[in-house]
């Protein structure tokens, strides 16, 4: 099983589409968990830190359950430039801050 | 701005070539930086712990003489692909955190190593 396991998508959405993408997590000792943003050979890029208390910025909520070792990004009014791919990611914090990668989730949003 | 440089950004030479990349926090001490290597629609899967003054980690499977660390300040990691092949053609990415091993890292830029 992977550590961090993401539906790899491709997600195609019209423009102003609400999408949502899952995240599981197999590593229960996982302290602090982000998302970033992959665009095509690029390098990965901060989208949002997420808190179990669910945090929101602009169009992105992301939630954390930990019980339930899952983690959620909602994406509202989807716009053209949000296309790309959306890494779910674990930091091991007990391991001097190693990040765990999911294999990210493709978004293609179209107009 | 970038809080993490890498250098370079594109590298295309023959096989059996060795090749360093640079990797320097700008602005701030890094006392652990990371590599990482992503293949095409893959995701990145960590190759080594970089640690200032220290032999770096290695993830399982990575060659450790194949893939010199070294971290001799605290603004720069360097990574040497020694006598490189076509199957490390990949995309080299380095990382490092400002505030600490609990919060989001920085990407550098990434380098995309081409082998011939």
């Known amino acids: 099983r992977k550590e961090v396991e993401q539906d790899p998508g491709p997600f195609n959405v019209p423009e102003g589409a609400t999408v949502a993408f899952n995240c599981t997590y197999s590593?229960?000792?996982?302290?602090?968990f982000f998302w970033y943003r992959q665009d095509c050979r690029k390098e990965p890029k901060l989208l949002m830190s997420v808190y179990s208390s669910g945090n929101e910025d602009g169009r992105f909520t992301a939630q954390l359950n930990r019980a339930s070792q899952y983690i959620s990004l909602l994406i509202r009014d989807s716009k053209l430039s949000d296309s790309a791919t959306y890494l779910c990611?674990?930091?091991?914090?007990?391991?001097?801050?190693?990040?765990?990668f999911g294999q990210g989730t493709e978004l293609s949003v179209k107009p | 701005g970038a809080v993490v440089s890498q250098h370079p950004s594109w590298v295309i030479c023959k096989s059996g070539t060795s090749v360093k990349i640079e990797c320097r926090s700008l602005d701030f001490q890094a006392t652990t930086m990371f590599w990482y290597r992503q293949f095409p629609k893959q995701s990145l899967m960590l190759m080594a712990t970089?640690?200032?003054?220290?032999?770096?980690?290695?993830e399982q499977g990575v060659e450790k003489d194949k893939f010199l660390i070294n971290h001799a300040s605290l603004t720069l990691s360097t990574l040497t692909v020694t006598s490189a092949h076509p199957e490390d053609s990949s995309f080299y990415i380095c990382?490092?955190?400002?505030?600490?091993?609990?919060?989001?890292?920085?990407f550098g830029d990434g380098t995309r190593l081409s082998i011939l």
């Open positions: 990611v674990v930091n091991m914090e007990n391991q001097g801050g190693k990040l765990i």
């Open positions: 990382s490092a955190s400002w505030m600490g091993p609990s919060q989001p890292q920085h």
């Open positions: 970089s640690n200032e003054g220290s032999k770096a980690t290695y």
């Open positions: 590593n229960s000792a996982s302290q602090s």
